[in-house]
């Protein structure tokens, strides 16, 4: 079986996977980091959605193998276990979540949006949102959480 | 989904040879179209070689009358392209609006341009403009080389290397979009320069098709106005539960007249 190494939340991982195996599978199943979702598997819902060396990508729409060497950072990078990162903290606050499934993804994909537009407006949101599907909140509060979560961050 | 081998060559060389060697072999560049199609098991290759790490298929050229742009360039890097803003906004706007911002930071344009989808935003985007597809080992004008659904001149190992627009006068996009996907139910690019006045549509057929009757009027008279009253077969069109042919045929008149006003 073929080798990948990679950095997952700042640690060196390496492992023997099959080819086929999905960074989502890796991630989830191999480094046993489970804050990573799987919604849909077809692409469409951003439940699973980790950066990658600095930009947010699907990764149920990627191979372990195509992050060899790569930096991914997932959700369980954000909180130091005892205080919530800003844009969780904001989420909590604003309600942006009722049942939570996709909202690690959520988290993810807005906080590759804040890195390059510290001070979205709310059809930026709306806009960067096209590819996290929330089936419980209506979104209304999630652009509230986020425009706040940009806003404790510094934005 | 099937397993497979994988490659990760660096050059074009190794990756031919890889593909050469395999018994049913394909590339993959974003992986946003053929994983999803692995996955559903509609394709199982025996090799998967990844075109991500050959550094020949990157990066974006501008000379002021060519924008090339190599195979592996993501959707992200067209839309996010000063040297493509500047020659082409049209192309940078398209490319921001396809799919979401996560298969924009994976999908290329090589991959998007290799898989033909009828429903894509670049079929419109180079047939519309003129573009020329260059291969490892030829080049293919737009036109001749989106011949159908999923159908294209390219041989199995053949391998896009870069797509090369020439710079238009004014040019501009209207696309209206599946809810769900994102994808095309219809978008037209209009393009005036040295490659005439081009109307070119994509989402509303089987594949991107020019509207000769728009490009006349819009020859004579480039406002939206000189739109008014011309319309597409909706008997050549695709129908769907969600978008009927004829509704399709409406849109098309309507994305033609806006990507005209968008021209200025
Ligand atoms: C949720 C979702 C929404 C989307 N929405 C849109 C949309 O709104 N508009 C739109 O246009 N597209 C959309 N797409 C498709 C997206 O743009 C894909 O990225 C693109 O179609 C394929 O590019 P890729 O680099 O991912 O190619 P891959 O998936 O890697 O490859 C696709 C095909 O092209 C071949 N190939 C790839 N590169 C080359 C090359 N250099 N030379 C020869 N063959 C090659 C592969 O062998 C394969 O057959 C969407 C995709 C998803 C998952």
Request: a negative charge; hydrophobic letters at 45%.
């Amino acid at each position: 079986m073929p080798t990948v190494s990679m950095t997952v939340n700042g640690k060196q991982v390496s492992a023997d996977v099959e080819a086929r195996t999905l960074l989502v599978e890796f991630i989830r199943e191999h480094l046993d980091l489970t804050g990573t979702h799987v919604g849909c598997d077809t692409s469409q819902c951003g439940a699973c959605v980790v950066h990658l060396d600095g930009r947010s990508v699907k990764s149920c729409t990627m191979l372990a193998l195509e992050a060899d060497g790569a930096e991914v950072t997932t959700i369980e990078s954000l909180s130091n276990g005892v205080e919530l990162h800003p844009m969780q903290a904001a989420f909590k606050e604003h309600h942006g979540l009722q049942c939570g499934f996709c909202t690690p993804g959520v988290v993810m994909s807005v906080l590759d949006l804040v890195s390059r537009n510290p001070d979205p407006s709310e059809a930026e949101v709306r806009d960067w949102l096209e590819g996290n599907l929330c089936r419980c909140t209506g979104y209304h509060n999630i652009i509230k959480s986020v425009q706040a979560g940009a806003a404790a961050m510094g934005g | 989904m099937e397993n497979f081998e994988f490659h990760g060559p660096s050059t074009l060389d190794q990756a031919l040879a890889a593909m050469g060697a395999a018994e049913d072999g394909k590339f993959m560049a974003g992986g946003q179209s053929l994983l999803p199609v692995m996955k559903l098991e509609l394709a199982a290759p025996s090799d998967v070689i990844s075109l991500a790490g050959i550094e020949a298929l990157r990066g974006i050229e501008a000379d002021g009358t060519t924008v090339t742009i190599g195979s592996a360039v993501t959707h992200a890097e067209v839309h996010e392209s000063e040297a493509v803003r500047q020659a082409i906004p049209a192309l940078a706007d398209m490319a921001g609006g396809i799919g979401d911002p996560q298969v924009r930071n994976r999908g290329t344009i090589g991959g998007a341009v290799a898989h033909a989808d009828p429903a894509a935003d670049y079929p419109a985007a180079l047939v519309g403009l003129g573009a020329t597809v260059v291969t490892d080992r030829r080049e293919i004008s737009a036109e001749d080389f989106f011949q159908g659904m999923f159908d294209t001149p390219l041989e199995d190992d053949e391998i896009i290397t870069a797509v090369r627009f020439p710079v238009p006068e004014r040019a501009a996009y209207a696309k209206f979009a599946n809810q769900a996907s994102g994808y095309a139910i219809a978008g037209v690019m209009v393009a005036s320069g040295d490659a005439g006045i081009r109307v070119a549509v994509t989402g509303a057929g089987s594949c991107v098709f020019r509207v000769t009757a728009m490009e006349e009027a819009l020859a004579a008279d480039f406002s939206a106005a000189a739109l008014q009253g011309i319309a597409v077969d909706s008997g050549d069109l695709i129908s769907e539960p969600d978008a009927s042919a004829e509704y399709r045929a409406h849109l098309v008149s309507v994305m033609a007249r806006r990507a005209v006003e968008a021209c200025g």
